[in-house]
């Protein structure tokens, strides 16, 4: 017998996601702002409660994760019944996909939305639509230009990777009442505790109001916990049936749930976390706007700058990898001018404004 097997033909029609670089050739110490990671790492008592853990790791974890989905309940103020826990928010992500998508369906994202909706769309067989953007923000009129019988989704990153931009509590309203009730919203808030504006909402309110909208949330980002993967949504009980019966039996580590029990726990994390994010991004936007930087407004732990050429960017991120500083190249988002910036320590914020400052007058 010859040939090989092989594989659906929607495999071939997305490139692999490539996650933030963390090393460089040559170089022993080096500053990682690529990812979007938590400044700070995850709390110490999220690590203590990983290694206490870690001696019943021969364990089998809880299926439903009831103590994780009660302590995120507790936390958040929602009913943990119609809580799903999930190995990063990407994998809740997908499994949305999976249900509600498929060949003959289409999914609506914006123009510069977060890569892997339209990654999972695609291998499910959706035809993935980009809507538009206004000043680099979701369009809610655009997106539902797009919105056609085959549409059965709406993907929405709020705040947004790679901008930094979000939609208001009002428009997001907007939104979900101009979409037909059979297509789903799905509201990524992954980015959600960095936000300080009264006029934002993670999404919980347009969950709460219907049966057709999905919010969905992390524990990789301000809670420090990415390499450990854990992400979780709040849905209606019906979405939530359906994410249950297509999720794997054991998909959250024993060990991750402590951590993040633990994390959540700690009162004072967050509200820490968001008060060093909220200043040093401010200060780092001035010192890289002082140096004559074109830096977009952020409502996430990143800043988006556009270096006004796509040579001038590679130029600038050669120019950052030989003093060990990692950021991130935006070009397969469509904006290939720009350079994505996570929010460290003050220590890493300066050592970047620095080395910024001197590119500028090369």
């Known amino acids: 017998m010859s040939g090989a097997p092989k594989a659906r033909a929607e ?36 690590v203590a409660a990983m290694r206490a853990a870690a001696a019943e790791m021969h364990r089998y974890p809880d299926g439903h994760m009831v103590r994780l989905r009660q302590a995120i309940g507790a936390a958040f103020g929602l009913d943990p019944e119609r809580i799903v826990c999930g190995n990063g928010s990407d994998d809740v992500l997908a499994l949305l996909i999976q249900s509600y998508g498929g060949p003959g369906t ?47 989704m ?102 991750v749930a402590e951590a993040a029990i633990a994390a959540l726990a700690d009162g004072s994390w967050v509200p820490t976390c968001r008060a060093h994010n909220t200043a040093a991004r401010a200060r780092l936007a001035a010192a890289l706007r002082a140096a004559g930087f074109l830096v977009h407004p952020s409502e996430a732990n990143f800043l988006l700058v556009d270096f006004a050429t796509p040579e001038r960017a590679v130029a600038a991120d050669a120019f950052l990898r030989q003093r060990g500083i990692i950021v991130r190249n935006v070009k397969s988002y469509g904006l290939p001018s720009c350079l994505r910036m996570t929010i460290g320590t003050d220590e890493e914020c300066a050592a970047l404004a620095g080395a910024l400052g001197e590119f500028a007058f090369v």
Not at 32 to 42: D, I, R
Not at 157 to 163: E, I, K, L, M, V
Not at 179 to 206: H, N, S, W
């Open 11 to 46: 495999i071939f029609s997305v490139a692999s996601y490539v996650g933030g670089e963390s090393k460089l050739a040559g170089v022993n110490r080096v500053i990682k702002l690529s990812s979007n990671e938590g400044a700070f790492g995850p709390p110490p008592a999220a």
């Open 106 to 152: 289409e999914l609506i994202m914006s123009a510069h939305g977060f890569s892997i909706y339209e990654i999972a769309g695609k291998i499910a067989g959706c035809t993935v639509r980009k809507a538009p953007e206004r000043d680099l923000t979701a369009d809610v009129d655009a997106i539902l230009a797009l919105v056609n019988p085959a549409t059965k």
């Open 154 to 255: 709406v993907f929405l990153a709020n705040p947004n990777n790679p901008t930094g931009t979000l939609l208001p509590r009002a428009e997001l309203a907007r939104l979900r009442a101009g979409l037909p009730g059979q297509v789903l919203l799905v509201i990524d808030a992954a980015y959600a505790e960095y936000v300080t504006r009264a006029d934002y909402d993670a999404g919980v309110a347009l969950v709460d109001a219907g049966e057709n909208t999905v919010m969905t949330r992390t524990f990789s980002k301000i809670y420090g916990l990415g390499g450990a993967r854990l992400g979780w949504a709040y849905a209606p009980a019906p979405v939530v049936d359906v994410l249950n019966r297509v999720r794997g039996p054991f998909n959250v580590s024993a060990l």
